[in-house]
């Protein structure tokens, strides 16, 4: 009751559900810019990118490490998305990601910032929308590729948790 003598009752409105819309990515789109990796010299954060001139997707990379000044170039044309007991490596010189944990179901990896900040919208989002298959003639986008232990509602949290650790502990480079 309040002062006047009136009951008020309090009507909660449900929430409404957040929303992601797939931006119809595909897993080249995010290689074909730089990669965050784990320096093979020093361990620490190096960058895989385009080698100096090149334009296309399959073209030479390079590895530069700001720590150690570690350099490395690879001629291009081959790409390997996953190195050996399936761990998540950049796809030019097979190193381990920088942006990459592991739970109990298995491995929460990006190849940037970018790339994580997707598929923590994605992995957060209660409605998740896609455009059908024939719209846009691609039938898999990156975002529907992901594995279903990661798309499922019960390990939500867990995933959530992983994701906010890898952008917590990775300082972010321009």
Known sequence: MTSTGVRSHTCRMPTAPSRF????TTKYDYVARSILVRCPVCAGQ???V???GEHGLWGPRRLSCLHCGASRTTAGG????YGPAYEPTD?????PLWLCTRTRHGYVWAYH???LTLLRQFVAATLRERAPWYDTGQKMTAMARLPRWM???????EVLRAIDRLRAGTP???
């Open 21 to 24: 819309r797939d931006p119809r």
């Open 172 to 174: 972010r480079r321009t």
């Open 46 to 48: 190096a960058q895989v």
């Open 78 to 81: 081959t790409l390997c998305f």
């Open 50 to 52: 385009r080698a100096a």
């Open 91 to 95: 796809p030019w010189l097979g190193l």
């Open 113 to 115: 910032h970018e790339h």
């Open 151 to 157: 798309t499922k509602a019960g390990n939500r949290a």
